[in-house]
């Protein structure tokens, strides 16, 4: 069974920058993609970023301009940089795995069947 752990959020005020970590321990395998999702205060989930396992990458048009997704395979760690944050980029912040095909983007958390426990990210103005 793989497990997600989360960590690098925090406070940070509106233009600056943090990095999330997503490490995978446990059972790991090659055919595993890994994407984060956000959940700001009294909304649903919605989806942030995904690494496929073709490399490639997708984001939200809300952060595509400003967020990166990337990933270290010889950490099994998956890494979310956010740049210029916003006010409204306050949320929890989880990251999620699934098997999938090397190409195909998921973006419903109902897709997923492993979830980190979640990092909280608050922007002041």
């Known amino acids: 069974q793989v497990q997600l752990v989360e960590s690098g959020g925090g406070l940070v005020q509106a233009g600056g920058s943090l990095r999330l970590s997503c490490a995978a321990a446990g059972r790991t395998t090659t055919n595993r993609i890994i994407a984060w999702f956000r959940r700001a205060p009294g909304k649903e989930r919605e989806f942030v970023a995904i690494?496929?396992?073709?490399?490639?990458?997708y984001a939200a048009d809300s952060v595509k301009d400003r967020f990166t997704i990337s990933r270290d395979n010889a950490k099994n760690t998956v890494y979310l940089q956010m740049n210029n944050l916003r006010t409204d980029d306050t949320a929890v912040y989880y990251c999620a795995g699934r098997n999938s095909p090397p190409t195909t983007i998921w973006t419903s958390p109902l897709e997923y069947d492993v979830w980190g426990q979640g990092t909280q990210v608050t922007v002041s103005s």
């Open positions: 690494d496929t396992r073709s490399g490639s990458t």
